[in-house]
Structures are given as C-alpha cells and as structure tokens.
C-alpha cells in the first residue's frame, strides 16, 4: 500500500502561484511514476502533470498547463511537487496525485491515463478567482 496526502492548495488570484505538495508513505516511494490530476465541479477528471520513478526523469503535462506547471519530486524526502504559475480562473479544480505501480512501463501513455494508477490522495482544492 501507499499512502498518499496532499497540501498548499487554496484560494488565489488570478496570476498567482501555488506549489502543491503530495507526501508518500507506505512501499518504496521511488519505484512510482507518480501524477497530477484535478476535477472541476461537473466535469471529468483530467490529467495535468507526471514524473517518472526518479527525479531527473522525463516530466508529462497537459498541454492546458504546459509552461505554467512544473512537477518536480524529492524521493529522499518522498514527496512530489507541482509548481503552479500564471493561475487562471479554469485551473479552479480539486488536484490529487497518484502512483503508477512499478509494473507499468512508464510511457506517455500509461502516465497520463488515470485508470493505470493504483493510489491516490483525497485532494486538495485550488480555487483561482478572476
């Protein structure tokens, strides 16, 4: 089992930052791909950001966050971060992250579909106000 919890969400203007934080307990954090996904109210849960097992690993976004997000993760501090810039009102979402087992080749593929995770956080929410 891991265990996955999150933090730094909140209320922001638009234009502002905030850094996720998603802290992992449980089985070797640095065997995990881990990502970043959110769900608005009324609406499917997208992807938004991934990492492969280790730190210097190939990084997946969105093309709706690209060159406003960066994920980044600390595996001696077990912990991944998304860096979130330029915040618009459409980012307002709940952002949870989630490992991708080991078992699953980590491709552009399998990183970004939610379905081929095996652990999630309960989220936290990001509100961005215009």
């Known amino acids: 089992q891991v265990q996955l919890v999150e933090s730094g969400g909140g209320l922001v203007q638009a234009g502002g930052s905030l850094r996720l934080s998603c802290l992992a307990s449980g089985r070797t954090f640095s065997n995990y791909g881990m990502g970043w996904f959110r769900q608005a109210p009324g609406k499917e849960r997208e992807f938004v950001a991934a990492i492969g097992w280790w730190s210097g690993s190939n990084t997946y976004y969105a093309d709706s966050v690209k060159g406003r997000f960066t994920i980044s993760r600390d595996n001696a501090k077990n912990t991944v971060y998304l860096q979130m810039n330029s915040l618009k009102p459409e980012d307002t979402a709940v952002y949870a992250c989630?490992?991708?087992?080991?078992?699953?080749?980590?491709?552009?593929?399998?990183?970004?579909?939610?379905?081929?995770?095996?652990?999630w956080g309960q989220g936290t929410q990001v509100t961005v106000s215009s």
């Open positions: 989630a490992a991708l087992p080991p078992s699953i080749r980590v491709t552009v593929t399998s990183i970004t579909r939610a379905e081929m995770y095996d652990y």
